[in-house]
């Protein structure tokens, strides 16, 4: 296991075996029995996290992304949507809502895939009346990076002042960052970009997915868009932050 993984770049907890949910995320894919994104994004995690060539990183990012841009693309039309069949629940919709779409955007962006980011976003909605104020408040946050990605900068400060103020610290963290690129405010990009990617680890602390502890994909997203359009230097990336990946940014 060691020659396999030579350079460890990210530790993970204790109880957490990144070597072995790589080989069995790796497994999945091996076998062919999935085009699930989530195998793709995991593969790409934990194989960054273990010292993986960027370059095998990158590859499986990017076959996250197209994976999950067939599933947007088979997805019903919004008005093929019927009724709740509970609050906040819709057949066959789970998986191309837009908290889950918010995961794939940040990926096109750390990996400066830019007409997929296009195309995931221009995609990123949701049904109406499914109380998502309630049960989804990271539906704001994805319309803000929506709308961020395809230029719309006011309209992205909009949808993330309205984001209820019950809403995780994690996800207002992620609201500062995309409304400080939205102002293109240099001052205040770089401070809320290493405080929410320092906070990873602690926020995402009750995610059943363990490899989303270890990585600090929101921060180093935004990060990534900071760079490209100037609002932000490599000196000030947060180097001292353990779970930000640094050498794909």
Do not use: C
Request: glycine letters at 6%; proline letters at 6%.
């Amino acid at each position: 296991m060691t020659d396999e993984f030579p350079k460890r770049r990210i530790a993970a907890g204790p109880t957490y075996d990144v070597a072995t949910s790589y080989l069995t995320s790796h497994k999945h894919l091996d076998d062919g029995d999935t085009l699930d994104p989530r195998y793709f994004a995991s593969v790409a995690i934990l194989g960054y996290a273990l010292g993986k060539p960027l370059s095998e990183v990158r590859e499986h990012g990017r076959r996250a992304l197209l994976a999950f841009r067939n599933v947007l693309r088979m997805r019903p039309p919004l008005e093929h949507f019927q009724k709740p069949i509970s609050p906040g629940s819709w057949i066959d919709y789970s998986i191309g809502a837009s908290s889950v779409g918010l995961e794939y955007m940040y990926w096109a962006l750390l990996l400066r895939e830019g007409e997929l980011a296009r195309e995931i976003a221009e995609n990123t909605w949701d049904p109406p009346s499914m109380g998502r104020t309630r049960i989804f408040p990271a539906y704001r946050v994805a319309y803000g990076l929506r709308d961020l990605i395809l230029g719309r900068q006011s309209q992205a400060l909009l949808e993330l002042e309205r984001l209820p103020a019950s809403a995780s610290k994690y996800l207002h963290q992620q609201a500062r960052a995309i409304a400080a690129l939205a102002r293109a405010v240099r001052s205040e990009v770089t401070p809320a970009i290493v405080e929410l990617s320092a906070a990873t680890r602690k926020a995402m602390g009750r995610e059943y997915l363990q490899q989303n502890k270890i990585f600090a994909l929101p921060g180093a997203a935004l990060a990534s868009y900071a760079l490209d359009h100037g609002l932000m230097t490599r000196d000030e990336l947060p180097r001292h932050v353990d779970t930000f990946p640094l050498e794909l940014v």
